[in-house]
């Protein structure tokens, strides 16, 4: 008896040294990241020492961070976590600004049991007042047979709780913009009533080539929020903006985050840059990091221009050209960073800007995107991450991947490497949690939803 309680106990200290080193093995093989590294172009050496730090998860439960720095013997390390309960990062709310909505834009809405007519616009209100009972009812009409002026919708999303829509806050802003109505201006208007009069269903849409649309960018300060404002056809013809105060430009609304009086605001509504809309179309208006310049970008002269103003005495700092206007090519947007800019244009073309010691911008690196053809895969500004060492650019992002069940970023991702000459290296990066995705999307290893890559040189 003694003898098989000595083996029982022995066996038991086997197996709990045995769970302890499974437990200990299984733990160690979920920290091991593999990253496989392909050199697609140009010579590895162009990066040596960088560090991409990646981050990643798995249905919020199972946590990766892993530090891959680039070299000859590249360097790996990665932390795991594990959170019994899903742990996701707390929401960042990115404040929007100016937001505006024409009465006159196209929408379809439908309901069983009625629509509220006293939301509808004057032309809906005239064709529902038309179609008989059990009907569906279809007419073409022109915007000025009901407007003088296009009524414009306005919200605003800020800190503090911004403004609400409030009707004084409506009036103000319909009164400083008044734009006249287009008379070619037609829509299309479709109502469809039950058999006891109320409406089913509603469709609004404009006539092709008769069209408008509201062209407008917001963007804020620690003081207010700037934007611009203009109602062009499809064809491109700027509406009438004589009426408007100062005319097109770039606007300006001061706000308070502790205020709950938003016409208090809206009545200090101003035009605060005139641009002159016969010479120049505004494309762009966005803020340096530290929310001091407004960056604008125009089209004129058959070029894209950027104009930086000072964002309190809205004084012009510099005007320059960035890029050709061309038919195969469009300007996108300015990613700006601490001590440089990039400007982006849809055809792959993108320039570095630095500032020197009197704060004017000059351009370090001019290059495309695409500029080695052999590529079969080109480097992408879609969400890219990047860093200048003021010769040197890096830009970083996920890779794709798309079967038929669907489309998601991919753990593994690219590097690019540019210097005044142009592309100087790319390589593609292929993560091991990418090796075996589920069917269920919520079961894939994925990039966390905050901060998922950055990519540093090293100092």
């Known amino acids: 008896m003694r003898k098989s309680l000595t083996l029982l106990l022995v066996f038991f200290i086997l197996s709990v040294g045995a769970l302890i080193f499974a437990h200990g093995w299984v733990n160690k093989a979920q920290d091991v990241v593999i990253i496989d590294e392909t050199v697609l172009y140009g010579d590895k050496t162009a990066a040596e020492g960088l560090r991409i730090d990646c981050n990643t998860h798995c249905d919020y439960h199972l946590f990766w961070n892993t530090a891959y720095t680039v070299g000859e013997k590249p360097v790996i390390e990665t932390v795991f976590d594990f959170s019994q309960a899903q742990r996701r990062a707390a929401y960042v709310h990115d404040f929007i600004g100016l937001m505006v909505d024409g009465s006159f834009s196209g929408y379809d809405t439908s309901s069983s049991s009625g629509i509220d007519m006293e939301n509808q616009s004057a032309p809906v209100w005239d064709v529902a007042r038309r179609t008989e009972p059990g009907e569906k009812h279809t007419e073409v009409v022109y915007f000025k047979d009901y407007y003088d002026y296009y009524p414009i919708g306005v919200g605003f999303d800020m800190p503090g709780g911004g403004f609400a829509g409030a009707d004084e806050v409506q009036a103000v802003f319909n009164e400083y913009f008044k734009i006249p109505v287009w008379p070619e201006h037609k829509l299309i208007i479709t109502v469809e009533k039950d058999a006891a009069g109320k409406a089913r269903s509603i469709s609004r849409s404009s006539v092709e080539d008769h069209d408008v649309y509201l062209d407008t960018r917001s963007v804020l300060t620690d003081t207010g929020c700037f934007f611009t404002l203009a109602i062009r056809t499809t064809t491109g013809l700027l509406l009438d903006t004589s009426r408007i105060p100062g005319g097109y430009g770039v606007y300006y609304i001061p706000f308070n985050e502790t205020s709950d009086a938003p016409n208090t605001f809206m009545n200090q509504l101003s035009t605060v840059y005139p641009v002159d809309e016969t010479a120049a179309e505004i494309i762009s208006l966005q803020t340096t990091v530290d929310k001091s310049r407004l960056l604008l970008v125009t089209k004129e002269d058959g070029a894209y221009m950027l104009t930086v103003i000072d964002a309190v005495t809205m004084e012009q700092l510099q005007k320059m050209k960035l890029f050709d206007v061309t038919e195969d090519m469009s300007f996108d947007t300015i990613y700006t960073y601490d001590d440089y800019i990039v400007p982006y244009a849809s055809n792959g073309r993108f320039l570095v800007m630095t500032e020197n010691d009197k704060g004017v911008y000059e351009i370090q690196i001019s290059a495309e995107l695409g500029e080695a053809k052999s590529l079969r895969y080109s480097p992408s500004l879609s969400a890219p991450v990047m860093d200048f060492d003021g010769r040197r650019l890096v830009v970083s992002n996920f890779q794709t991947t798309v079967d038929y069940h ?34 269920d999307y919520s079961g894939n290893c994925l990039p966390s939803d905050q901060n998922p890559l950055t990519v540093a040189w090293s100092s």
Do not use: R
């Open 406 to 439: 669907y489309s998601n970023v991919a753990c593994g991702f690219y590097l690019a490497v540019f210097d005044q000459s142009g592309l100087i290296y790319y390589g593609q990066y292929d993560h091991s949690l990418d090796k075996s995705p589920g069917m």
